[in-house]
């Protein structure tokens, strides 16, 4: 069993910066590959962004392509999102995810691990 906790979210104004991070708990973190969704009030949970168990792949949503940044520390337990020039359209509940794959797509249904999100909010 993995249990992932997020931090760094809160209030920012539009074009401000914020760190998400997400620990895991366990030691087969480094074996999984992680992603970041969110999901905005009246819509569907969306990927946002998504690491390979290595870090070697990303891949990001075109709507925050060249903004936000996944990485992650192995030796931490420990997948972020740096999110740069936010814009209003950005806030939402962010959730970070693991799947038991070292490669992982967009859906929701290939991870099996979620935590319980943390707010981000974009002020014009």
């Known amino acids: 069993q993995v249990q992932l906790v997020e931090s760094g979210g809160g209030s920012v104004q539009a074009g401000g910066s914020l760190r998400l991070s997400c620990a895991a708990s366990?030691?087969?973190?480094?074996?999984?590959?992680m992603g970041w969704f969110r999901q905005a009030p009246g819509k569907e949970r969306e990927s946002v962004a998504r690491?390979?168990?290595?870090?070697?792949?990303?891949y990001y949503a075109d709507s925050v392509k060249g903004r936000f940044t996944i990485s992650r520390d192995n030796a931490k337990n420990t997948v972020y999102l740096q999110m740069n020039s936010l814009k209003p359209e950005d806030t939402a509940v962010y959730y970070c995810?693991?799947?038991?794959?070292?490669?992982?797509?967009?859906?929701?249904?290939?991870?099996?691990?979620w935590g319980q999100g943390t707010q981000v909010t974009v002020s014009s």
């Open positions: 690491i390979s168990w290595s870090g070697g792949r990303t």
């Open positions: 995810a693991a799947a038991r794959t070292r490669y992982s797509g967009m859906h929701e249904s290939e991870y099996d691990y």
């Open positions: 366990g030691r087969t973190f480094s074996t999984y590959a």
